[in-house]
């Protein structure tokens, strides 16, 4: 009797172990699978999670910068020869106190090897496009180096030359939506 309810046992688990590791998976976990891997790929815009990303669509070169290119490539340059006189030309006064500001605050000296250890410089000169003039702003599209994606930035004139800001559209609307998002707590 003994041997007859361990047999009975072992054929139980047997069984029980055979059944769930079945290969074949039931339509309804194939129908699950695809509407999973579909919906994956889908972004719902009206969510309510302020975390949540959405991939921005990419949009077509409308112009190739003309006015602000030579002021990136100047930028580009005095990265790469880490000639700070050289970049504090290029950014406007008050991205200049803002980063001497910064590099008060973690007690650094160079604007270059600040803004390299952030930024360092590219193997290859920055793309730029869709330049966008209203009076003495301007906002281009740059690409390269730190900037993976196509990243528009704020440019001004100063005394009649173009200079680089520290702000973008992008970063700002970031800010503006963190803000509100710790408002309402």
């Given at each position: 009797?003994?041997?007859?309810?361990?047999?009975?046992?072992?054929?139980?688990?047997?069984?029980?172990?055979?059944?769930?590791?079945?290969?074949?998976?039931?339509?309804?976990?194939?129908?699950?699978?695809?509407?999973?891997?579909?919906?994956?790929?889908?972004?719902?815009?009206?969510?309510?999670?302020?975390?949540?990303?959405?991939?921005?669509?990419?949009?077509?070169?409308?112009?190739?910068?003309?006015?602000?290119?030579?002021?990136?490539?100047?930028?580009?340059?005095?990265?790469?020869?880490?000639?700070?006189?050289?970049?504090?030309?290029?950014?406007?006064?008050?991205?200049?106190?803002?980063?001497?500001?910064?590099?008060?605050?973690?007690?650094?000296?160079?604007?270059?090897?600040?803004?390299?250890?952030?930024?360092?410089?590219?193997?290859?000169?920055?793309?730029?496009?869709?330049?966008?003039?209203?009076?003495?702003?301007?906002?281009?599209?740059?690409?390269?180096?730190?900037?993976?994606?196509?990243?528009?930035?704020?440019?001004?004139?100063?005394?009649?030359?173009?200079?680089?800001?520290?702000?973008?559209?992008?970063?700002?609307?970031?800010?503006?939506?963190?803000?509100n998002s710790n408002t309402g707590k």
């Amino acid at each position: 009797m003994r041997f007859q309810i361990l047999f009975f046992t072992a054929i139980l688990a047997l069984t029980i172990v055979l059944a769930g590791c079945s290969t074949a998976p039931t339509v309804n976990n194939t129908t699950n699978i695809k509407t999973n891997m579909a919906n994956s790929n889908v972004s719902t815009t009206n969510s309510t999670n302020p975390l949540e990303t959405t991939k921005k669509t990419e949009t077509a070169a409308s112009n190739n910068a003309p006015t602000i290119a030579p002021v990136v490539q100047n930028y580009y340059d005095a990265l790469k020869k880490k000639d700070d006189g050289a970049l504090r030309k290029i950014y406007s006064q008050a991205a200049l106190k803002s980063l001497e500001a910064d590099m008060k605050e973690e007690k650094k000296t160079s604007l270059v090897a600040f803004i390299t250890e952030l930024e360092p410089a590219p193997d290859k000169p920055f793309e730029i496009r869709n330049e966008k003039i209203e009076g003495d702003t301007a906002i281009a599209e740059i690409k390269g180096g730190s900037y993976g994606v196509w990243t528009p930035i704020k440019f001004v004139k100063e005394n009649g030359e173009w200079k680089m800001t520290n702000e973008s559209p992008d970063f700002e609307s970031v800010k503006q939506s963190a803000s509100n998002s710790n408002t309402g707590k």
